[in-house]
């Protein structure tokens, strides 16, 4: 048995407990891990509360990353005492997760804890800090360079706006934060924000097309933000669309990209393939500033992650949380 939230879905309804877990409910893996910190991503907020249909499997533990060291292995990758980092891969969906103090998972879905950072601080950077590096890949990919203008974060006080805007200033574009927490304003800037919008200018039905104000973008918010970003983005520019946290839709036109060439790139984090997870935590490794984790960071123990799962989906949580599984 071991400590862990556990997720059941019956005829009683959908509830998740902090309980004793009997080894039973951990799936088939060749490594077990001893949990030390998971993290509550807006999924696991999600999955937590029930709000969205995110798990697909009961009974379920939640937590989308980990880290933690390998206790015992049948992989000639891994052996015990290692400490390996888990983002994605279904994990806390369809297969048991990090919110627990053990892990049964697949030795391919590991990554090598980077020696550039702790194990906290590579939890502090977790699936949102992860995807944000994978956004800026993408802007980069496509062409953004940060002397052809302002690149927009949405959701700038969440996860991944919060690492994302810390990268982007480290590399040196300029970056312009949207956030509706007029309170979190400096927190913004002081990640490296050169100004913060007011959400209330992108979240309601805009114009086919608008003044050309953005070289590159970053949205985590979907909907109506994601159509105005894109609608207010320069001849050529790149957005990266990761999240959904002002809805799935996408009330847009096709007028940004067939008369401003303007590119729309996806971003998945979850099924991102081995090669590019390396290099997306080489990059973080080299272009994150480490002591911003500290003010991007919150950390709570197991014991409350259920209470501030609701609290992250009222967009009330700033940057990263943090989960100490030891208490
Ligand atoms: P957080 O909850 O940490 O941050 C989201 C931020 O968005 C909030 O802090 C808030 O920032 C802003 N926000 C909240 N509600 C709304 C709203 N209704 N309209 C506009 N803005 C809002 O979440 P994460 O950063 O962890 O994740 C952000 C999104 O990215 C989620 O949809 C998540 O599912 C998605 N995601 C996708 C991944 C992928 O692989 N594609 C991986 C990781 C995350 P503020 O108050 O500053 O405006």
Redesign the pocket.
């Not at 949405?154 to 919060?162: D, K, P, R």
């Given at each position: 048995m071991f400590k862990g939230i556990l997720i059941e879905k019956d005829e009683d309804g959908y509830r998740a407990a902090l309980k004793e877990i009997d080894e039973s409910v951990l799936h088939e893996g060749d490594v077990t891990i001893r949990v030390a910190y998971s993290t509550l991503?807006?999924?696991d907020?999600?999955a937590i509360t029930g709000k969205s249909p995110v798990v697909r499997s009961f009974p379920m533990i939640p937590g989308?990353d980990l880290v933690g060291k390998v206790e015992q292995s049948d992989s000639a990758d891994y052996r015990p005492g290692d400490t390996v980092v888990l983002t994605?891969w279904g994990v806390g969906e369809v297969h048991p997760g990090g919110l627990a103090e053990r892990a049964r998972l697949k030795s391919d879905w590991l990554v090598p804890l980077p020696k550039a950072f702790s194990p906290k601080q590579a939890m502090a950077i977790g699936?949102?800090g992860?995807?944000?590096m994978?956004c800026v890949m993408a802007l980069e990919r496509h062409g953004v360079k940060s002397d052809q203008g302002d690149v927009l974060v949405?959701?700038?006080?969440?996860?991944?706006?919060?690492v994302a805007i810390s990268i982007l200033s480290n590399l040196g574009y300029r970056v312009v934060?949207?956030?509706?927490?007029p309170e979190?304003v400096d927190y913004?800037k002081s990640l490296g924000a050169a100004e913060v919008l007011d959400?209330g200018e992108?979240?309601k039905p805009g114009k086919p097309l608008a003044k050309e104000r953005w070289a590159g973008a970053i949205d985590?918010?979907?909907?109506h933000?994601l159509a105005n970003v894109c609608a207010s983005m320069r001849y050529r520019g790149v957005v990266a669309a990761?999240?959904?946290?002002?809805?799935m839709d996408f009330p847009a036109t096709v007028a940004p990209f067939i008369l401003r060439g303007v590119t729309l790139a996806?971003?998945?984090?979850?099924m991102?393939p081995k090669t590019e997870r390396l290099e997306a935590w080489e990059r973080l490794a080299r272009d994150l500033d480490v002591s911003k984790l500290e003010q991007i960071h919150q950390e709570i123990g197991l014991s409350e992650a259920i209470e501030v799962a609701g609290k992250?989906?009222?967009?009330?949580?700033?940057?990263?949380?943090l989960v100490d599984i030891s208490r």
């Open positions: 991503n807006y999924k907020g999600l989308i994605g699936t949102a992860f995807t944000a994978l949405t959701g700038a006080g969440g996860g991944v706006g919060s934060g949207v956030s509706g927490r979190e913004i959400r992108f979240d985590v918010v979907g909907s933000t990761c999240g959904l946290v002002g809805g996806g971003v998945d984090s979850v991102c992250l989906l009222a967009g009330e949580v700033r940057g990263r949380m």
